[in-house]
């Protein structure tokens, strides 16, 4: 998805089907990477620099406590926690992000439960826009 100012970076599924590339849906208890940037520094680094995240996810039972969260840093080693969301059970979710550091991670605790439906979408966006 580009041409319209927002770039798919990564989605996911309860099932993806094999070859796809989209992420599974994590299982009871688990941590998972959404996505992390190998550089935001600019073009010459080997891509965009993404000013926020657009971060779209569905669930049939709630994350975990703060379960959602984007991080920063100067180096890719240490991490510094930008903002953190709760995401509730079976209520489509849309958090925006600013981000500006040289690297950034999005990830998802999930909660004790077993998960049978997931979706999860993250777009970057390299323009300078409000938060809504």
């Given at each position: 998805m580009s041409g319209c100012g927002y770039t798919l970076l990564r989605r996911g599924v309860t099932s993806p089907a094999a070859g796809s590339g989209d992420l599974a849906a994590p299982t009871s208890g688990q941590t998972i990477t959404l996505w992390q940037s190998n550089s935001n520094v600019?073009?010459?680094?080997?891509?965009p620099r993404w000013k926020r995240l657009i971060i779209n996810i569905y669930s049939s039972h709630a994350s975990a406590a703060n379960?959602?969260?984007i991080d920063e840093s100067v180096d890719g080693t240490n991490w510094?926690?930008?903002t953190s969301y709760t995401i509730s059970a079976t209520t489509y979710t849309k958090n925006y992000v600013a981000v500006s550091a040289p690297y950034i991670r999005v990830q998802y605790q999930n909660s004790a439960n077993t998960l049978t439906t997931w979706e999860m979408a993250i777009l970057g966006d390299t323009g300078e826009r409000g938060t809504v």
């Open positions: 600019n073009s010459t680094w080997g891509g379960g959602l969260t510094r926690n930008v």
